[in-house]
């Protein structure tokens, strides 16, 4: 997004409109910062208090989350108990739950349920070779400034579009308006070395992207599962990228997953494909996560945005609380990357068309998404605070209730199971039982720790759709109260017939 449409952007926020920003220039106008800009003088005159206000609302929603993902168990800062690690994140007891989710709805979405997709699970280091042939050893690079005062580095890219300045020579550090030593390229590649001793014969790469895995296996699964054009080859795997600047929480890091798909099409079928593909993608999160649908958008590239290789590419794209970023690709990639490894390799990877005889290269439709972009969707999008809380009976005595109302297939925990007191053994006896049965099928959590209102609070707040509490009727009659997250309604239901009740509300 330019600075024009930054602009234009704060324009229709003034109007009332629903503002969305480029992360990067709301960074630059923070809250903290507002004196600094109204100090600013001609470059900032459009930007005025009330602007700054919706900015500032905007980082409070976001640090909600962030907040709320470490004090609720999804994320933690990696290595903290030794002040961490800049772009690297730990996934706590609930996070990984949720991750696991996703993975396994995309996996049902884009393998299982099709008969033309199979799966992959690639080495993240690989010969070295491959990079030189995908172009990643030359040029995956980004352009880094470097302070001659504080020695801050920053994406030179990132502050020239913050200043709108085309002229990186007028630029200053933004921490000590020091000078910057001319930008050099970075390249975000991690590197390794194979073997005991460390020399440029043994140097290695740890995979910046899952998709050259995918490639470079093409032949190998031609060869064994007898697939015919068009089909496709899905993997679900970490990546790594020495990312100069990582920010904005697990949204740009340094270590993430990727789950991608390289679909292969005969020359000439791939437009079809690929709005095939861009419409399958956006159906997953509408139809499979539950994202709403207000939040979600397409942006098509320009042509002058296209990498070299490709012939059209669009990106879905997600509306964070700092602003609308993106959570997908979709690529037409052409057949690049098989000409390629086909050049460096000197191996035929021409697929033979046996009903019109014909050999080819084909071309491949590209959808790539990061988990850790689509967990914090999940999050963003499932997250409300209701002031008073949410209880009708009695008098509000809460300023706020969170509530996590996250659809059923990606709850981290499906059931909490409650005994309604700590001290009665025979409660506790009966709801250990049920712990049990339901257990085995289902992720569930036995908590007896507080009043029984506040642990559903707690079960709101993580998401959990469906309480189980056993109580001393549930000694007479069998029976237990199943309660709904998201209406509140309570039933009695059988203990015998529970595994049924929610494989069909699960399900």
Known sequence: MGKNENWRNWESAEAGGSPFFNADFVILISFAKVESIFAGGEKYAKIKPNQCLIIKTMEDNFEKIVSFGKRR??????????GGLGGFYDFGPLGVELKNNIKKSWWKFMVQERENVVGLDSSIIMNPKIWEAS???????????????????????????????????KIKCPECEGEFIPPRQ???????????????????????ETAQGIFVNYKNILDTQRVKIPFGIAQIGKAFRNEITPGNFIFRTREFEQMEMEYFVKPGEEDKAFDFWLNERMRWYTDALKIKKENLRIRKHDSEELAHYAKGCADIEYKFPIGWFE???IASRTDFDLKQHEKYSGQDLKYFDPETKESYLPYVIEPSCGVERIFLAALCDAYEEVEGGRTETTEAVKEKEALLKIDKSLAPIKIAILPLVKNKEPVVSKAKEVYKELGGNFQCQYDETGTIGRRYRRQDEIGTPFAVTVDFETLEDGAVTVRNRDTMEQERIKIEELKNYFFQKLN
């Open 327 to 329: 959570i997908e690709g």
């Open 135 to 169: 172009g990643h050893t030359e040029n995956f690079t980004d352009p880094l400034a470097e302070c001659k005062c504080c020695h801050k580095r920053f994406r030179a890219d990132h502050l020239m579009e913050k200043e709108g300045e085309e002229d990186f020579e």
């Open 186 to 208: 970075f390249n975000l590649m991690f590197k390794t070395f194979i073997g005991p001793v460390e020399e440029d014969a043994g140097k290695a790469y740890l995979r910046p």
């Open 73 to 82: 168990g999804f994320v933690f800062p990696s290595s903290e108990i030794y």
